[in-house]
C-alpha cells in the first residue's frame, strides 16, 4: 500500500527558507518520479516541482531560481528547498507519486509566508 507523509512545513518570514521532506512506502521509490505540488487559499492545487528516477528535474516557472527538489533513494525520501520564500509562495505543499493505475498524495504540510 503506497503512503506518502510530508513535513518541515511552518511559518516563515518573507526572503526566508524552508525544507519540506516527504517519505514513501508501498513503492519501488528509486523507479518512480516524485513530484511537489501546492494549493493556495481559494485556488487550485498546482505543480511545483518533479525529480525522475535518474534524477532529472523540472520546476513551475514561479519558482524556477528559489527551489530545489532532490531525492534520497535509500532513505525513500524527496525534498523541496525553498529560499527566498514570498508570501505568494503560501499554500498546502503535497507530494506526489504515480503507482498504476493512479496517482498518489500525501497529507500535505502548511508553509505560511507573512510579509
Known amino acids: 500500500q503506497v503512503h506518502l507523509v510530508e513535513s518541515g512545513g511552518g511559518l516563515v518570514q518573507a526572503g526566508g527558507s524552508l525544507r519540506l521532506s516527504c517519505v514513501a512506502s508501498?513503492?519501488?521509490?528509486?523507479?518512480?518520479?516524485m513530484d511537489w505540488y501546492r494549493q493556495a487559499p481559494g485556488k487550485q492545487r498546482e505543480f511545483v516541482a518533479t525529480i525522475t528516477s535518474g534524477g532529472t528535474t523540472n520546476y513551475a516557472d514561479s519558482v524556477k531560481g528559489r527551489f530545489t527538489i532532490s531525492r534520497d533513494n535509500a532513505k525513500n525520501m524527496v525534498y523541496l528547498q525553498m529560499n527566498s520564500l514570498k508570501p505568494e509562495d503560501t499554500g498546502v505543499y503535497y507530494c506526489?507519486?504515480?503507482?498504476?493505475?493512479?496517482?498518489?498524495w500525501g497529507q500535505g504540510t502548511q508553509v505560511t509566508v507573512s510579509s
Open positions: 508501498g513503492i519501488i521509490f528509486s523507479l518512480n518520479t
Open positions: 506526489k507519486t504515480f503507482q498504476w493505475p493512479r496517482a498518489y
